[in-house]
């Protein structure tokens, strides 16, 4: 999975690499089920780790318009102060 981030000189978004997920990060996450996850395939991991891509680019445009336009807020108000 990918997260996509758009330039002002680009037409079509840049996708960038979310990485993968391993059994130990599954096992961090929740150790109570430290038995159920070693019993989970590799398409299984890789399925949890697309789902967990999923929500993490939504997750980012979400935080980054949220981050912008705080950012831009700010700056219009120490404009008007000036």
């Known amino acids: ?11 079509e978004p840049r996708a960038h690499s979310i990485g993968w997920i ?3 990060d ?4 929740n150790p109570d089920r430290e038995e159920d996850i070693l019993l989970l395939d590799d398409m ?6 697309c789902k967990v891509g999923e929500l993490l680019q939504e ?5 980054l318009g949220e981050v912008l336009e705080q950012y831009l807020q700010r700056k219009n ?5 000036e």
């Open 22 to 24: 391993s059994k130990e």
């Open 77 to 81: 108000s120490d404009k008007k102060i």
């Open 44 to 49: 299984e991991v890789a399925h949890l780790a």
């Open 59 to 63: 997750s980012y445009w979400t935080i």
């Open 1 to 11: 999975m990918s997260i996509e981030i758009q330039s002002e000189h680009e037409s």
């Open 26 to 29: 599954l096992i961090d996450c």
